[in-house]
Structures are given as C-alpha cells and as structure tokens.
C-alpha cells in the first residue's frame, strides 16, 4: 500500500488503496501493513484494531487521491505511479456493498499537470475536498481546477485556474468549510527537480459545479515541497518541514523554521525552528489536546534520510505571555455523536468564547482529504451552548470530528463526535 489513496470514511476506518507497503497515521495510531497489488484496497478498524482485505479497485494506482464524499462512499483519480500510465479516470467505491464502480464521466485528463515526467506525475496527489451533492471540489495541484460529479456516470466540469501555476506536491486545507475557503500553499511546476515555490492562494467554493473565486494573498516566508499543513481550532494553519527544491529521500534544501499561517490577516508568522528535516514521506497531523504531531520522512531502505521518529509542536495558543502553560477550559459534557443539521449542547467548566470541530486526519504525500475546520456559532445559557450543525454532508462530511471550545482563543482538549451518513 506504499504511495497509497488514503482516507477515513464514515465510520473512521482507515481505507488505503494502492501499491506496496504503507505508514498510515490517523490521530494516535501509526500502523503499517504490506501488499503488492495496486489495485487493492485494505481497511484498518480502530475498534477491532486489524486490517481487513477488500475489493479491487478497477483501475490499479499509486499516488492516487482519495476522499469521502458526502453520501459515505469514496472517490478516486488519479495515479499513475503504480499500474500502467494514463486513463486514471475516476471511480467510486461504496463501503456498504464492498465494490468499487468505474465513474466515465470523471475522466483524469483535465487535472493533469504539465509534469517534465509526463503522465506518470502528472496525475499524483490530488487536492480533493469533498462538497455538496456527492461531489468533489479539485484545488490543485494543477493550475486548472475542476469539479467532479458522481450521480449516475458522472461528470466534470472546469472550475477556473489558479493564477501560479501548478503546485506539485503543495498543499491544500479546507480551513473554514462553511464559508468554502480553501488555503492552497507551495509545491513546484514538476515533481523533482523543480524549485519550490511560496505561492499562497485562498480558493472560496459556493455552489457545487460553479467557477472557484482565487485570491493571491502575500506568499509564505520559505518555498516548500513535500511540506505538511495543519488546521487549528482557530483556523490558523501550521505549516512545517519541504525544501525549497524537490529531491525525494533527500534533505538537501531542508525549510527547518515553521510558520503559521493567519486567516484573518492573512500574513505568515515563522515559528521556533525544527531539529530535524520533514520532508518526502514526512506527515503533520493534529492531536485531540490541539498539539501539532510531526514526523517521519525518507523510508528509502538504507539511505541516511530515514526519521523514524516524530516531534510535538505546542502552538502559542497554550501559552501565556510570560510562557507559562495557559489555563484550557473543559468540556464537561457533549454528545458522542450528532447527525447532520442537528443541536450540539456541551457544557463546559468556564466561559467560553468560540467552538469548532475538525474532522480527523488521515495524511500521505502531502495530502489529506479529511481534515477540515466547521467553526460553530454558540448559544450559551451560562455555560451550557447550544449549536446548530450545518445542514449540508457535503460541509458537514459523515465521519469523526474534533470538538474543541475555546476561551480567550486558548482550546480544551478535543471532544470526539461522529456524524453519521444521513
């Protein structure tokens, strides 16, 4: 499963489809399991804590892209490390029925890159972001952004450029799903051998099939490739580790110093610096106490790049401006899970000033699917607060999330809450 789709679905399982051997991080657990085939698909189930083998995929991919949708099924594009190259269409697998369809409509050629490998890079790591109606918003990496349906044989339709350029191996982060934004950072023209680039572009989506607004906002402090981007409870989003030029198993080049990005000024902060490089197979992924895990990078057998090993970052948040630690509030109680456009009501041990929930991580490759932020507006009655949860699955997407709340901006530890597929 090594160079593999990969995604949570509904129910929080870990779905990885593709070639080889895998390092899958979701949360608290890091796994790895084998294979050889990439066609195939394994689940991992956090309750029963083993891997099942499920069905083949139609198409066999490596460094394919793949997302869950807001009807509980997965879609893929993309891939073309693994199996022949080109015609890495889309296809959909649905979880309840263990089968995987062909979507004709969602064909892979106008999200390709202009990649000086061709195909065989031009159609990895898509920036996929699942939205309303069972479709699928793409941001990147190419210039060209596109729209998937998949009702019936599907469909794609052209969502706009980006005004930079293609962005391999950069990253993409739904940052405030509500309002449709989508902060699109780094990567270089091709796969290796390229410089990075600090781009930076705030994508905003609406409507499902219409054309994608771009903003070009002041670039980040560094050019990166194969860096991490997280997103906070505060809708801030921490960006670590890439070089500013792509060499995969390699740390010449290294971007040592983090920065974290502002969603309201929009300006890029640097951060304490890093001991150690995160970048080709490195991954970022929120913790539930709202610290920052950072880790891994090389597996390349032998070479001197391997870290296998991983580093906490503890944003400012925790803080208080003398340095101590800062007192977080506490979630006294919330429901364990709540459906789609229902009331949330927690309690909490002090008052609070904001709340929000990020759906879990499942990162590879620069890419997750599966992290985004849902911000909630709060009704308190002293320290109870009653929130309406979007209507929409296609922001409100069915799976596992994050409650955090927030006093002064500082965050509690996270609450976790599923939302079933309606």
């Known amino acids: 499963m090594f160079c593999e789709g990969l995604s949570l679905d509904a129910k929080g399982r870990v779905v990885a489809t593709g070639q080889c051997n895998i390092w899958a991080y979701t949360y608290l657990t890091l796994t790895m399991a084998g294979g050889n085939d990439a066609a195939k698909t394994s689940i991992y189930d956090p309750e029963m804590s083993s891997w099942t083998a499920e069905g083949h995929m139609k198409i066999p991919r490596g460094y394919q892209s793949m997302v869950t949708l807001s009807n509980g099924n997965l879609f893929t594009i993309g891939g073309s490390w693994s199996g022949n190259e080109g015609g890495k269409n889309g296809e959909i697998y649905n979880?309840?029925?263990n089968n995987w369809t062909l979507v004709p409509g969602a064909p892979v050629a106008p999200m390709l890159t202009n990649d000086a490998q061709l195909v065989y890079r031009a159609d990895n790591h898509g920036m996929l972001f699942a939205w309303k109606g069972a479709t699928i918003f793409?941001?990147?990496?190419?210039?060209?952004?596109?729209?998937?349906?998949?009702?019936?044989?599907?469909?794609?339709?052209?969502?706009?450029?980006?005004?930079?350029?293609?962005?391999?191996?950069?990253?993409?982060?739904?940052?405030?799903?509500?309002?449709?934004?989508?902060?699109?950072?780094?990567?270089?023209?091709?796969?290796?051998?390229a410089n990075a680039t600090a781009n930076a572009n705030i994508i905003t989506i609406g409507t499902a099939m219409s054309a994608a607004t771009v903003q070009t906002i002041s670039p980040m402090s560094y050019p990166r490739i194969f860096a991490n981007a997280v997103v906070?409870?505060?809708?801030?989003?921490?960006i670590s580790g890439g070089q500013e030029y792509g060499i995969p198993f390699s740390d010449n080049g290294s971007q040592l110093q983090p920065e974290m990005w502002d969603p309201v000024s929009t300006n890029f902060t640097k951060l304490a610096p890093q001991a150690i490089p995160r970048n080709y197979h490195s991954i970022g992924i929120l913790l539930p106490d709202a610290t920052i895990l950072s880790a891994g990078g090389g597996l390349c057998g032998a070479c001197a790049t391997n870290h296998y090993d991983g580093q906490i970052y503890s944003p400012s948040y925790l803080f208080n401006p003398n340095g101590s630690r800062a007192i977080r509030p506490v979630i006294e109680s919330a429901p364990s899970q709540v459906g789609v456009g229902g009331i949330l009501t927690a309690t909490t041990d002090s008052p609070v000033t904001a709340w929000a929930m990020l759906r879990l991580g499942a990162t590879t490759h620069t890419v997750n699917t599966d992290q985004r932020r849902i911000p909630l507006n709060a009704t308190a009655n002293g320290t109870t607060y009653t929130m309406t949860l979007p209507l929409d699955p296609g922001v409100l997407v069915p799976g596992y999330y994050y409650l955090f709340a927030m006093g002064a901006g500082v965050p509690s530890l996270a609450r976790f809450v599923s939302v079933p597929v309606p």
């Open 95 to 97: 979880p309840s029925t």
């Open 138 to 193: 793409q941001a990147g990496p190419s210039k060209a952004m596109n729209w998937y349906g998949t009702n019936g044989t599907g469909s794609q339709v052209a969502a706009g450029d980006r005004a930079d350029g293609d962005a391999m191996c950069g990253n993409a982060v739904m940052y405030d799903a509500t309002a449709g934004k989508i902060l699109v950072v780094g990567g270089a023209i091709d796969y290796q051998g």
């Open 232 to 238: 906070l409870p505060t809708g801030a989003i921490f």
